[in-house]
């Protein structure tokens, strides 16, 4: 089955504390995997994508094949990265996106 | 470049009434997804129109049906509604293929009471 798990539902941190949302992933291929953001009383927007290997805003993620993981970091997290982060990816055959339940993250000073 | 525009913004039906969502892509796209996110959830893939044509569907019911038109503005369509429908409707525009980014709408919060 193709599923996307973001096993946290809020990630509450520091101002310049690090920062792992976590994202695993079921899916029979090769998938492409991505992060979206949205910010308050903002459209769903793109983060970052595997295959660019993109550093975004500070955010970076590794897929992990063996682990079937591809989890977003950010070494210093700031104050605006407060926003609802989902994990998603399309599978070769067409660009449907299977989306997680989401993570909510809150960066407080 | 306009983005993805959705409406209307809200609306309210009563159960087994019928709507219709609207959504105009971003200029130069010619593939549109719409995608359910339900209180709490990520969103969830309905369909996805190509060039007036449906190219791929999730798991939804035949109730959810959907028009893409010459200009690549889409409609999606829901029949008989039920209170489980009360969602938010995104769209999304993308051009055709592997890889390309989709962009989202800011969506139709449906409320069925």
């Known amino acids: 089955a193709q599923r996307v798990t973001q096993p946290e539902k809020l990630l509450s941190v520091f101002k310049g504390a690090p920062v792992e949302l976590k994202c695993n992933y079921s899916y029979s291929g090769s998938p492409e995997l991505f992060w979206y953001v949205q910010y308050s009383r903002q459209r769903l927007q793109l983060l970052l994508r595997?295959?660019s290997r993109e550093s975004i805003k500070g955010f970076t993620a590794d897929l992990n094949k063996g682990e079937t993981s591809f989890h977003l970091k950010k070494p210093f997290a700031q104050e605006e990265d407060s926003a609802m982060y989902y994990c998603?990816?399309?599978?070769?055959?067409?660009?449907?996106?299977?989306f997680g339940k989401g993570t909510t993250l809150s960066v407080s000073s | 470049e306009t983005g993805v525009t959705q409406s209307p913004t809200h609306l309210i039906k009563t159960r087994g009434q019928q709507v219709t969502l609207r959504c105009s892509s971003q200029?130069?796209?010619?593939?549109v997804s719409w995608y359910q996110q339900a209180l709490g959830q990520g969103p969830q893939f309905i369909f996805q129109y190509y060039r007036e044509e449906e190219n791929g569907r999730g798991n939804f019911p035949p109730r959810f049906s959907g028009l893409q038109f010459p200009n690549y503005s889409s409609e999606l369509n829901v029949n008989a509604l039920e209170l489980d429908d009360s969602a938010l409707y995104l769209c999304?525009?993308?051009?055709?293929?592997?890889?390309?980014?989709?962009?989202f709408g800011p969506g139709t919060r449906l409320t069925v009471t």
């Open positions: 998603a990816l399309s599978g070769q055959a067409g660009t449907a996106l299977i």
């Open positions: 999304a525009s993308s051009l055709s293929g592997i890889g390309y980014e989709q962009y």
């Open positions: 595997h295959i």
């Open positions: 200029s130069g796209h010619n593939t």
